[in-house]
């Protein structure tokens, strides 16, 4: 064996070792629960995986567990996590979307919406405060989502390989142009804790993250998704000096990944013109651009309806009527930025408590981070949702399907990862 081939084996043994350490302390979690929570947890840490195959699979996965927290929840006659300020900001945000969608045009279709995007925040409450409790647990999930983020540069790659990109973008496995939102949103935790661990040790994890950050952030150059790429490198930029960065390899790093990227671009030129000149081009500074005509709706629809908007999701289906007469604008089902949708559909009232609904997670990640810099999850849950809830980047529909369903399993481990506590601290309902 070479000293090639030795470093190699090392590498592969210590992240066996760790791995097998984490799978371990996971199943003396598991075997603490009674059987039914046991099967649900093995479900929950299966949801990287689910996310893989289609929407209406992660949407099951997704609402099966908040419901099931929700009924667990009344059943124990458990309240206590409705003390948390975010989660009181959630429901105020969501009664006020509520009553917007009761007094909007289309107030059956607007009201279903809104009363069905509540899902997306009871999960993320579910994983906070029960699945994701016992950070044996959380650990594994985070791992989980690791390898799920693997699995999809795998399957990218394939595509590309096979069949090569179509009109720059790719699709597998979903057959839509989404899997950059998997990499950017579903493997933000995990991203942003390898990036960490690869600025701040020298050892084979750090080595091994170091390489999963590369790798992901290649492919995600690939899929041809402009904001979901930028979201994921400045999170990565940010993450690289979150915890305890040294300073070398945190600009040996940087530029690595700088000449990878570079390196793509310029072996793929529609790539590079993607990326750089089209998007220039079509930053909504000046009328003709594509994103202020997909956000000027918004806009109007806000100017037209200020208290309480349209209605949650009213403006794929009032878009026409909202714009009559303009010239300058394209209907799309949503406004492209959800700061715009919230004040375009719900309102002022939306926009203020909407605000406070994402402000507060920010602020419940942000804190834990600035008192308890020894534990690497701890230090970097607030990258993701700052990154992913930026106010003036082009965003998807915030009360849709699929966006919810990547967004708000990447936050949800983030808030989970927030709380975590002293290692000897009881996690006791």
Known sequence: MNVSDKAVATMTDSLTTHVSRLINDAR????????????????????????????????????????????RSVIRRQGWWLKKFWVRAAFLFWGVCLLAAALSPLPAYSFGEAFAWFRFPLFAMATAFWLGRDRRLLYLMILSTGIGMVAMCGILTAEILIVGPQGGRLSWPYGDLVPGNYLAKVGLPAFVVAVALATSFSNNIARA????????????????ERINFLIRACSGMIAAVAWKPKLWRVLLIVAVEIIAVVVVMNTRPDLGNRYVDSFIDQLPTHAESPYYRAMAPGVMAFDQAPLFGIGPGNLRHLCNEVTAGSNSVDCHPHPHNYYIQMAGEAGIAGLVTGVLFLGSIIWVCAVPAIRNRDNVVVATMWIVPFGLFWPISSTSDFFGQWNNIFMWSALAIALAGAQLGPENESRAD
């Open 209 to 224: 993250g170091a390489v999963v950050a590369l790798l992901s952030i290649i492919l995600s150059v690939m899929t041809g």
């Open 28 to 71: 003396a979690a598991l075997s603490e629960l009674p059987k039914w929570e046991w099967a649900v947890h093995i479900f929950w840490l299966a949801g990287p995986f689910i996310l893989l195959i289609e929407r209406t699979p992660a949407d099951v996965w997704l609402s099966v567990l908040a419901l099931t927290f929700a009924v």
